[in-house]
């Protein structure tokens, strides 16, 4: 069904292709004016439609940066029920902020502002005057948000689909062309498997055919091996039968994991970003045990019903010549 309506959406490609290509060449010759600020701006975003990693990388970037400088995330908040802007704090929830934000609320609150406004422009000038001492801002998810210029880009794409192998919206998943990409300063390359050999790594390096000024490297997910709740935590060996709850554009790795390790589960797949009804709340109640993704653990968490049965699996990224990497990052924000 989904190939078909891809063919019938596929006249409306050039359409889609047109407009996205004519608004960035107006941003390129200045016709559009995009407003760069006097301290580090780090924008991690992607040319496709969701599911790229963009959260474990932001809070990479927290972590990696966070004991030298005043950080603040500026996210748009999707799916939030507030509007403009808001600065989070103790009363903040997944419905106020959106749940990546909420997410790195929680783990970093003490280390971090979180902020999420639709409009970064309005958000890191409304930020600025709450919070003068803050000296980097990591935008999330915000590469096609041009009415700010980042002083560093880092495009993400998956190993699974790649942005060269894909076209633009309707049939395929680019939000823009694949021309974009030259934007970017940093290239990962995401979800990649552990063992990517030096051939695979040459192999995409040409397909990406990067820019001069362009470095690439390669990220790929561990999983913890111990499951955390509200107030316990879970060794992953010692889980039996338990059902899985997803509420993100790509659950397979995460499903090929669990499998690996040889576990036995129910998969209740949901859309990303889903919004639990009550009701389906009330059927998760009903199950033994409930494993989900930190994202979804941070929508879920609230419901009484779930306690001492919803676990999340954290997961953190690993990048190739982390080192080097590192080392663009922290030069990109002295050097500002």
């Given amino acids: 069904m989904m190939k ?20 960035n060449k107006l941003y390129d010759i200045d016709i559009k004016v ?30 990696l940066l966070k004991n030298d400088y005043h950080v603040a995330t500026l996210s748009r908040g999707y799916k939030r029920d507030t509007k403009g802007f808001v600065l989070a704090d103790g009363n903040s929830t997944a419905e106020s902020l959106g ?14 502002d979180v902020v999420v406004d639709e409009d970064r422009q309005h958000g890191i000038e409304t930020l600025k005057s709450k919070r003068p001492s803050v000296n980097v801002v990591l935008l999330d998810d915000a590469y096609q948000h041009r009415k700010v210029k980042a002083g560093l880009n880092i495009l993400l794409t998956t190993y699974q689909n790649p942005y060269f192998n894909d076209m633009v919206l309707p049939t395929g998943n680019l939000r823009e062309a694949k021309s974009g990409a030259k934007r ?12 990517l050999n030096d051939k695979e790594k040459h192999d995409l390096y040409k397909k990406i055919k990067p820019e001069f000024h362009q470095t ?10 111990q499951l955390i709740s509200t107030d316990s935590v879970l060794n992953i060996n010692d889980l039996k039968d338990f059902t899985l709850v997803t509420g993100i554009a790509n659950p397979k790795p995460l499903v090929k994991f669990l499998k690996g390790k040889g576990l036995s589960f129910e998969h209740s797949s949901f859309s990303d ?10 059927v998760l109640a009903k199950k033994e045990l409930i494993i989900t993704t930190e994202k979804d653990f941070m929508r879920l968490k609230k419901y009484k019903s779930l306690k001492n049965k919803l676990f999340y699996l954290p997961i953190t ?16 924000v002295k050097q500002h």
């Fill in 4 to 23: 078909i309506l891809r063919y019938i959406l596929f006249p409306f490609v050039p359409i889609y292709f047109l407009v996205t290509w004519l608004r």
């Fill in 34 to 63: 995009s407003k760069s600020y006097n301290f580090p701006v780090i924008c991690v975003g992607n040319l496709s439609v969701g599911g790229t990693g963009k959260t474990p990388m932001i809070e990479y970037l927290i972590r």
């Fill in 99 to 112: 749940d990546e934000p909420f997410q790195f609320y929680s783990k970093f609150n003490a280390d971090v």
């Fill in 184 to 195: 970017a300063d940093i290239i990962v390359v995401t979800k990649c498997p552990k063992a």
């Fill in 216 to 225: 690439v490297f390669y990220s790929w997910i561990t999983y913890a091996e």
């Fill in 273 to 282: 970003h889903h919004t639990f009804s009550q009701l389906e709340v009330d």
């Fill in 317 to 332: 990224i690993n990048i190739s010549d982390a080192v080097k990497f590192n080392n663009l990052i922290k030069d990109s």
